[in-house]
């Protein structure tokens, strides 16, 4: 009986043992849940798939505001609406470029201020890093953005601008480094083309240009807009009838030229003439002169 008793005293004491275990682990993990929930975990909506950092995962790491920049110019040239910036042992603050990296964007860089209306980023800390989620709003279409063609410098713009002339397109697209070049410069190519060439551009067209940030900027995005006032079938005739015109001035030009050869060969032959025919006649003078001084002699 008392061996009994002393058995449900025994297991009366495991079980509130056990009990008191329970409870205290649930304590210290419900109080562990509370710290990780209030400093570490945070729910990231668009962090779904993106676990690790896969080329194909879209998220970009960076160390420093350089690549912070680098890496939005990026998402922008891809004409991404959300993007993912994740941070590894940066150098900086990562509030304070993010707002820069994005106001350079927008205000600073050709495309950004071409076809960005604004962004919005949500910058979160993760444990030891940063992740930046950028929400990217366009006011222009990806279509728009992709006839953007890139160049190293004027020369290859004036080049292109030929290209554009040449086909009679309307719009051009260029993106280059090119410190001096200035709406007037693009204007008096173009007037120089059609004072020259007018066969290659029967017209003075009508321009609209526009460069982003600004013309005064060193890397800039040039919009060219043409208004021929004419059909492309109209320009080409046209172009072929100038062409034709140039063609028959230059053919009665180099017949004046050889009538004038001609003229020129036929007063040569004539002086010729003229000069033998004054030789004879001196030659004749002269013996006759020579014949009448020998008969003075013999007299």
């Not at 562990?32 to 929930?37: A, E, I, K, L």
């Not at 992740?131 to 279509?143: A, D, G, Q, V, W």
């Not at 190293?152 to 601008?161: G, K, W």
Request: net charge negative.
């Amino acid at each position: 009986m008392d061996n009994h008793n002393r058995d449900k005293k025994h297991s009366h004491r495991a079980e509130v043992s056990s009990s008191v275990l329970v409870a205290l682990c649930c304590l210290l993990l419900g109080a562990c849940s509370g710290v990780f929930d209030t400093v570490y975990y945070v729910e990231e909506p668009y962090a779904a798939g993106y676990v690790e950092l896969l080329p194909e995962s879209g998220i970009r790491e960076v160390h420093n505001y350089t690549g912070m920049r680098g890496a939005l110019e990026l998402f922008v040239s891809e004409h991404s609406e959300i993007g993912v910036i994740r941070t590894n042992n940066y150098s900086g603050v990562v509030e304070d470029d993010v707002s820069r990296a994005v106001n350079s964007i927008v205000r600073e860089s050709p495309l950004g201020v071409y076809a960005v209306d604004y962004i919005r980023p949500d910058t979160r800390l993760i444990l030891s890093y940063y992740e930046i989620t950028l929400y990217i709003n366009y006011k222009r279409s990806e279509e728009e953005t992709s006839e953007i063609i890139p160049m190293n410098n004027q020369t290859q713009f004036f080049s292109a601008l030929d290209e554009l002339l040449g086909g009679f397109k309307s719009v051009g697209k260029y993106e280059l480094t090119a410190y001096s070049l200035t709406e007037q410069n693009i204007l008096d190519y173009i007037e120089r083309r059609h004072t020259v060439h007018p066969e290659l551009l029967p017209v003075m067209p009508v321009l609209k240009l526009n460069a982003y940030p600004g013309f005064d900027s060193l890397r800039k995005l040039i919009t060219v807009e043409i208004n021929y006032g004419h059909s492309r079938e109209w320009l080409l005739a046209e172009g072929m009838f100038i062409r034709w015109e140039q063609q028959r001035e230059r053919a009665a030009e180099e017949a004046a030229k050889a009538a004038e050869a001609a003229e020129a060969a036929e007063a040569a032959e004539r002086a010729d003439a003229e000069t033998d025919e004054f030789e004879n006649i001196a030659e004749e003078a002269i013996a006759e002169s020579a014949d009448s001084e020998q008969q003075t002699v013999e007299s």
